[in-house]
């Protein structure tokens, strides 16, 4: 299985700063230590026509140009520099990479990603350019260009803040289907509607987010139906976690997994390519975050090594 890497590509922060960048280097360090099946690659550069695909050539413009005024970089959550601008370029680069390998072997990973506060004109919440929009929009164009058939795709969203940006980006796109499981009252306070929101309260449990989770799938697969999805992107998130600084819901770390076990399996049913991102994660131990995240990606091997019977391919 193949998963992309951006974490050479560290942006520098001022000390205290609570978005925890090391997170991605350890989960790097695990992934190689630990699953040797996965084939860990150095994410390319997302070119500027492929960031706007989902972004206005302006706000591209101004993120690698250096132009952010300070009020944007205080909504993003990062200043500006250098390697802020190539980090940001690398993650969307990782996706499109992922993206592509999913559609050829059934399951690939980005370890970073799931950047889904970036709506098209603007960055917000640690998040800059969005990486599924981007990827989504580019992996359409390049299937109707080798197959001239329509590539429809469905985003799972499981990060426990509302998937805001990814939601306006294609509010009014019929060929993506949104579908976010979030905490109701967490960040982004002022919500853009999905294609299907499932909201969840504070100190939500296994129990109800797993019930919740097959409730919000079974309807995404029936309004689907007709014109089912050739590509997934999975945002699996492991902020919901009970131990997550921003989470504020109660799931287990068994939850989380039984989670991701579901979600590969109902996509696996289908003969569905899947794009892994792993979104958000901000536990008071950032080895409980980076713990959660290589249980995703051992889940997500296990999915690849069991083959890939294409949807699209087979005409099922």
């Known amino acids: 299985m193949q998963a992309y890497t951006s974490d050479h590509f560290v942006l520098p922060l001022p000390a205290g700063h609570r978005f925890p960048m090391q997170k991605y280097a350890l989960l790097r360090n695990a992934v190689a230590h630990g699953l040797p099946a996965v084939r860990l690659c150095e994410a390319p550069a997302a070119s500027e026509g492929e960031l706007a695909l989902a972004h206005e050539p302006s706000y591209v413009s101004a993120v690698l140009e250096g132009w952010l005024s300070p009020a944007q970089q205080r909504e993003i959550g990062f200043p500006w520099s250098p390697a802020m601008a190539e980090r940001s370029r690398r993650s969307v680069g990782a996706s499109i990479a992922a993206a592509r390998a999913a559609l050829a072997e059934g399951v690939a990973a980005n370890l970073a990603g799931g950047t889904h506060h970036a709506n098209a004109a603007k960055g917000s919440g640690f998040c800059v350019f969005n990486d599924v929009a981007v990827a989504a929009r580019l992996m359409q164009a390049e299937w109707h260009r080798r197959h001239r058939q329509l590539l429809r795709v469905l985003v799972i969203d499981l990060d426990v803040h509302q998937g805001n940006g990814t939601a306006e980006i294609f509010a009014d796109d019929p060929t993506v289907f949104t579908f976010s499981v979030h905490g109701e009252r967490n960040f982004p306070f002022r919500k853009v509607a999905s294609d299907l929101d499932v909201e969840l309260p504070d100190g939500c449990d296994d129990e109800r987010y797993l019930e919740a989770l097959d409730a919000g799938l079974a309807q995404v697969w029936q309004r689907c139906q007709s014109a089912p999805p050739g590509l997934v992107f999975y945002l699996a998130g492991a902020d919901p976690h009970e131990g997550d600084r ?61 083959g890939f019977i294409p949807a699209l391919a087979s005409g099922r």
Request: aromatic share 4%; glycine share 10%.
């Open 246 to 306: 921003l989470g504020r819901l109660k799931v287990s770390a068994e939850g989380l997994a039984e989670r991701d076990r579901r979600v590969l399996e109902a996509l696996r049913l289908r003969g569905i390519p899947v794009a892994i991102s792993m979104a958000g994660g901000y536990g008071n131990d950032i080895d409980t975050t980076v713990a959660l995240q290589y249980r995703t990606l051992q889940l997500a091997l296990a999915r690849w090594q069991l």
